[in-house]
């Protein structure tokens, strides 16, 4: 058998110790072994954005990337948006402004929006239509995902205005 | 039209479906894990038509952590051909047998511990071929000597068939024009982002098979999938998934369930097979037809439409899986909107070294959309009326429905000339021209398309076999259940999966209307195929109105039952019950009521309160045939109605066109549909903005393209281009509601429209942008080395 060497991973705020195969994507390893199985795989040659996570802050496409290479990143998937039963205020906004349909590319564009979000808090339509399109979605025609986060970025400047 | 006052149908509620979604806790095929599961790997074929003159398998089984591999003989002997809904000798195993006949055909398959251990198997598996006479034109592919695909079959010619309708010889010899096009429509692929898979496993003791899968007909299919499989039909289960898209493409799935089921058998542990893009890109079930038209409209000297003929050749690839389906579905409304007194059609269907046709949104009728608007607006340029003007004239008028088309289809409803109306008012058409005018004097080339067409909904079985003499299946049901728990909860079980859209929301929206509580009080659960009822699945845009009619049916049961006891229990006759506000109550004495608590708790747990005779528990199932479907003539000079719920819409895009790159970029969109009563505006929303999106990608962008010698040249996201954000615009767009008469609350599908109407608009943007040229447009996509041509030999 192939042979494995250790990494660490910090994902979603949990550390992990794991021994893996050095062609394992990180995709793999994090949908395989650590079974969060919300971040989905749509091509497999770094086109389509559906596996995108945060590594260490940045978009990552996942499904480009060797576990290896992620090697003491801390990582941020789809699971790590929500808090217990509480949607993040991002998903809270795809869910009103019907941002998905049905929901495969949608974790990876929750992780474009939230960088986006994070470096740019009020995004002009162009600048939100240019961030996602990093990312491909076969459903909605993208106009419920521009809304959704030009919703999102209001309703996230009126809670830190308040706070 | 009366207006009715509806609580919840018609209300933008969010969707049920979405907290699992958006948290990322929905199960896709690919999230399943069984204990002890097995990955596996396909090695496909390298060439487009081939012998198979030797495997060896040694070196793969070899490998560590390899279970199992198939080939050929592993099909031959395990499984039966796969489903075809077809009767002509076309046989297709999920293993090529003997031959293969397009490149990226499944020769041999390995099941491992890991999908990586899997791939290194499948690479060491050696396969000897000769290669036989290639063909990828299907005008080269009927020529007396071509290479033959079927022994099966006398040659490539799988079917051809002329169905003609009124007076059609005699309505072109009146005519004072005619309008003749030939047109092109090429081959795009429904590329859901989800691949399709199969988790498969299977117990040798008991014969039993359970599947996981993402194909979307689970009751409908299930026991042509026992049959391929060789188990008994009542061992084989299948578990419905979240579907991560399908556009038609997951009807059916026997390669993926084909592949993953003998590798269960074979190596006695769980597998798992999920397509790559690779995979799913050139051998999946997702092409959409590939056409090449002849086409004819006749034409009084007013511009009024008097027939149309249709020859269309059909490039169907290497297998015949759904048969002419995809031209009985084009005939429900090959006449469109207006008002054409005769028709013929005559399909060829041709066999080639390709990746066969699966189904993709549209279904045939898209292409046929195409076909007529094309002709509409050539007509309007030959007889110099404005493309606008010529359409009002050949509408059918309001007043007319329900109306019966030459060939026998009912279409149920319709008010075209508000679609359009509205279509022109949120354009500002006439500001529009004069826009386009002042670009014109700056040098830019700006175009303004229109397309009036219909979008056919909730499908009927006779489309599949009217072109034979012998007639076939006439069911396409859909069922639910219903059950009001002893804590006054509903749920509701669907026995189709959920493909991608919102059947969920659209059946508790159709609980709360009929007992007045809220849709979240509702739970819809899915339930796998071995406890399923009768449900054809999602397919031709039917499910809104079929679990909308389902749920009705099983929700006047279940009031029903709860009238009597509540009647019991006031000492009232059943017919005074009514249900408001989450309660039961006796109309006219506001005191006497029951929430669905105390009813629920009485009919569950308190026999000695029920009716007598009356059995304990609250449920109701119902299955829901098609609302109109009636039977072919013998002589098939009616056709019957078989599609009868006839959606309609106007597009109008607004494009400007490079004509020296061959770009094409929005200025605007305008879409005005009628899909009859809306159920969930922001679902029905994201339907029509999405398809359209599919819509500009098969304008523009997205061709399943083969090379000569049957290589396909489209294997990847870097070749086969699907619509970003950046490339598709805002787009507007706007409703009119003329309810079906036919269904329940007055619901027609909506599912297929965005994408069946956009190219033929987009085409006719693009030809107008580029009229200074006199560019005429007669294929899609129109892709910048199209477009950058069409200047090219207009200005030569």
């Known amino acids: 058998m192939p042979r494995t060497v250790p990494i660490g991973l910090n994902v979603n705020g949990v550390r992990h110790e794991l021994n893996v195969e050095p062609r394992w994507l990180l995709v793999d390893v994090i949908r395989e072994v650590l079974g969060l199985t919300g971040t989905h795989i749509g091509c497999e040659h770094g086109v389509c954005g559906t596996c995108t996570v945060l590594v260490n802050g940045e978009t990552a496409r996942s499904c480009l990337m060797l576990a290896v290479g992620a090697d003491g990143a801390e990582i941020l998937t789809v699971e790590g948006l929500s808090r217990g039963d509480r949607l993040h205020p991002l998903q809270e906004a795809f869910r009103e402004a019907q941002g998905l349909q049905c929901g495969f590319c949608t974790p990876g564009m929750l992780m474009l929006a939230h960088e986006l979000l994070r470096d740019n808090a009020a995004p002009s339509e162009q600048e939100i239509r240019e961030a996602i399109s990093a990312n491909l979605c076969r459903c909605t025609g993208y106009q419920g995902i521009v809304e959704a986060v030009r919703l999102a970025a209001t309703r996230l400047a009126t809670a830190a205005a308040a706070s | 039209m009366a207006t009715v006052e509806r609580r919840w149908i018609g209300k933008d509620v969010p969707r049920l479906e979405d907290p699992k979604l958006l948290a990322g806790r929905a199960t896709y095929t690919d999230d399943v894990r069984l204990p002890g599961m097995l990955h596996a790997a396909v090695l496909r074929s390298p060439h487009p038509h081939a012998r198979i003159t030797r495997i060896d398998t040694s070196q793969a089984r070899a490998l560590p952590g390899v279970f199992a591999v198939i080939t050929g003989e592993d099909a031959r002997e395990l499984t039966n051909p796969l489903p075809a809904f077809c009767a002509e000798p076309v046989v297709q195993y999920a293993l090529a047998v003997d031959k293969v006949r397009f490149v990226g055909e499944a020769v041999a398959a390995v099941a491992a511990v890991d999908r990586y251990t899997a791939e290194d198997a499948a690479a060491l598996i050696e396969v000897e071929y000769e290669p036989l006479p290639v063909v990828t034109d299907p005008f080269e592919a009927m020529k007396p000597g071509a290479a033959k695909l079927h022994e099966t079959l006398p040659g490539n010619l799988a079917f051809e068939k002329t169905l003609s309708f009124g007076d059609v010889t005699g309505d072109f010899a009146a005519a004072d024009h005619v309008i003749r096009r030939t047109l092109r429509w090429h081959r795009a692929s429904a590329q859901p982002l989800e691949t399709a898979g199969a988790v498969c496993r299977f117990d040798p003791i008991g014969q039993r098979m359970d599947v996981w899968s993402n194909t979307n007909m689970i009751n409908f299919v299930g026991w042509l999938i026992a049959n391929t499989l060789k188990v008994p039909?009542?061992?084989?289960?299948?578990?419905?998934?979240?579907?991560?898209?399908?556009?038609?493409?997951?009807?059916?799935?026997?390669?993926?369930?084909?592949?993953?089921?003998?590798?269960?058998?074979?190596?006695?542990?769980?597998?798992?097979?999920?397509?790559?893009?690779?995979?799913?890109?050139?051998?999946?079930?997702?092409?959409?037809?590939?056409?090449?038209?002849?086409?004819?409209?006749?034409?009084?000297?007013?511009?009024?439409?008097?027939?149309?003929?249709?020859?269309?050749?059909?490039?169907?690839?290497?297998?015949?899986?759904?048969?002419?389906?995809?031209?009985?579905?084009?005939?429900?409304?090959?006449?469109?909107?207006?008002?054409?007194?005769?028709?013929?059609?005559?399909?060829?269907?041709?066999?080639?070294?390709?990746?066969?046709?699966?189904?993709?949104?549209?279904?045939?009728?898209?292409?046929?959309?195409?076909?007529?608007?094309?002709?509409?607006?050539?007509?309007?340029?030959?007889?110099?009326?404005?493309?606008?003007?010529?359409?009002?004239?050949?509408?059918?008028?309001?007043?007319?429905?329900?109306?019966?088309?030459?060939?026998?289809?009912?279409?149920?409803?319709?008010?075209?000339?508000?679609?359009?109306?509205?279509?022109?008012?949120?354009?500002?058409?006439?500001?529009?021209?004069?826009?386009?005018?002042?670009?014109?004097?700056?040098?830019?080339?700006?175009?303004?398309?229109?397309?009036?067409?219909?979008?056919?909904?909730?499908?009927?079985?006779?489309?599949?076999?009217?072109?034979?003499?012998?007639?076939?299946?006439?069911?396409?049901?859909?069922?639910?259940?219903?059950?009001?728990?002893?804590?006054?909860?509903?749920?509701?079980?669907?026995?189709?999966?959920?493909?991608?859209?919102?059947?969920?929301?659209?059946?508790?929206?159709?609980?709360?209307?009929?007992?007045?509580?809220?849709?979240?009080?509702?739970?819809?659960?899915?339930?796998?195929?071995?406890?399923?009822?009768?449900?054809?699945?999602?397919?031709?845009?039917?499910?809104?109105?079929?679990?909308?009619?389902?749920?009705?049916?099983?929700?006047?049961?279940?009031?029903?039952?709860?009238?009597?006891?509540?009647?019991?229990?006031?000492?009232?006759?059943?017919?005074?019950?009514?249900?408001?506000?989450?309660?039961?109550?006796?109309?006219?004495?506001?005191?006497?009521?029951?929430?669905?608590?105390?009813?629920?708790?009485?009919?569950?747990?308190?026999?000695?309160?029920?009716?007598?005779?009356?059995?304990?528990?609250?449920?109701?199932?119902?299955?829901?045939?098609?609302?109109?479907?009636?039977?072919?003539?013998?002589?098939?000079?009616?056709?019957?109605?078989?599609?009868?719920?006839?959606?309609?819409?106007?597009?109008?895009?607004?494009?400007?066109?490079?004509?020296?790159?061959?770009?094409?970029?929005?200025?605007?969109?305008?879409?005005?549909?009628?899909?009859?009563?809306?159920?969930?505006?922001?679902?029905?929303?994201?339907?029509?903005?999405?398809?359209i999106t599919q819509g500009i990608g098969m304008a523009l962008y997205e061709e399943s393209a083969y090379d000569q010698q049957g290589q396909p040249l489209t294997g990847s996201f870097m070749d086969y281009l699907l619509p970003t954000a950046l490339e598709v615009p805002a787009f507007e767009i706007g409703h009119v509601e003329t309810p079906s008469p036919f269904t329940e609350y007055g619901v027609k599908g909506g599912g297929e429209g965005g994408r069946m109407i956009a190219p033929a608009a987009i085409a006719a943007a693009v030809e107008d942008a580029l009229a200074p040229f006199g560019v005429r447009v007669d294929e899609v996509p129109l892709t910048p080395e199209r477009i950058v041509n069409l200047v090219e030999a207009a200005r030569r």
């Open chain 2, 233 to 691: 039909a009542s061992k084989l289960n299948i578990h419905p998934m979240y579907v991560g898209g399908s556009f038609g493409s997951k009807h059916v799935l026997g390669k993926v369930i084909g592949i993953a089921g003998m590798l269960a058998k074979r190596s006695g542990r769980a597998v798992k097979f999920m397509e790559d893009r690779v995979d799913n890109l050139l051998a999946s079930e997702n092409l959409g037809c590939d056409r090449y038209y002849d086409a004819e409209l006749a034409v009084s000297k007013d511009g009024i439409f008097t027939s149309i003929r249709v020859r269309v050749v059909d490039d169907y690839g290497a297998y015949f899986q759904f048969g002419h389906g995809t031209h009985g579905n084009a005939l429900a409304q090959v006449t469109g909107p207006y008002r054409i007194p005769s028709f013929e059609y005559t399909v060829q269907c041709v066999l080639t070294n390709k990746c066969q046709q699966g189904v993709f949104r549209g279904a045939g009728s898209d292409a046929g959309n195409f076909c007529l608007e094309r002709l509409v607006d050539a007509a309007a340029r030959e007889l110099a009326i404005d493309h606008v003007e010529i359409r009002r004239r050949n509408f059918i008028q309001p007043d007319r429905f329900p109306f019966k088309t030459p060939c026998g289809n009912i279409y149920d409803s319709g008010d075209y000339p508000a679609v359009l109306d509205k279509a022109l008012d949120m354009a500002g058409y006439a500001e529009l021209r004069r826009m386009q005018a002042e670009a014109r004097k700056q040098g830019r080339y700006i175009g303004i398309g229109l397309a009036t067409a219909h979008q056919r909904s909730v499908y009927g079985p006779t489309e599949f076999w009217f072109w034979y003499d012998s007639p076939g299946l006439t069911s396409v049901p859909e069922s639910v259940g219903l059950g009001l728990g002893p804590t006054g909860e509903f749920t509701v079980t669907m026995f189709s999966p959920f493909w991608g859209n919102s059947p969920e929301t659209v059946v508790a929206q159709t609980v709360a209307e009929e007992f007045g509580i809220h849709p979240y009080q509702v739970t819809v659960t899915h339930e796998d195929s071995q406890h399923g009822l009768p449900g054809a699945g999602p397919g031709g845009s039917r499910m809104t109105v079929m679990l909308t009619g389902a749920v009705v049916g099983a929700s006047r049961k279940l009031k029903d039952k709860l009238a009597r006891i509540a009647a019991h229990h006031f000492e009232a006759a059943p017919a005074d019950i009514t249900f408001a506000d989450g309660r039961a109550m006796v109309r006219g004495v506001p005191d006497k009521s029951m929430t669905y608590g105390d009813l629920g708790l009485k009919a569950y747990w308190f026999k000695l309160d029920l009716p007598p005779g009356m059995e304990s528990g609250l449920e109701a199932r119902h299955t829901y045939d098609h609302p109109y479907l009636t039977m072919p003539s013998a002589d098939r000079k009616d056709l019957g109605a078989f599609y009868p719920m006839m959606a309609h819409g106007a597009h109008i895009p607004v494009v400007e066109v490079e004509p020296a790159t061959g770009r094409v970029r929005f200025l605007r969109y305008i879409a005005v549909h009628d899909v009859g009563t809306i159920v969930n505006p922001k679902s029905l929303r994201g339907q029509i903005t999405g398809g």
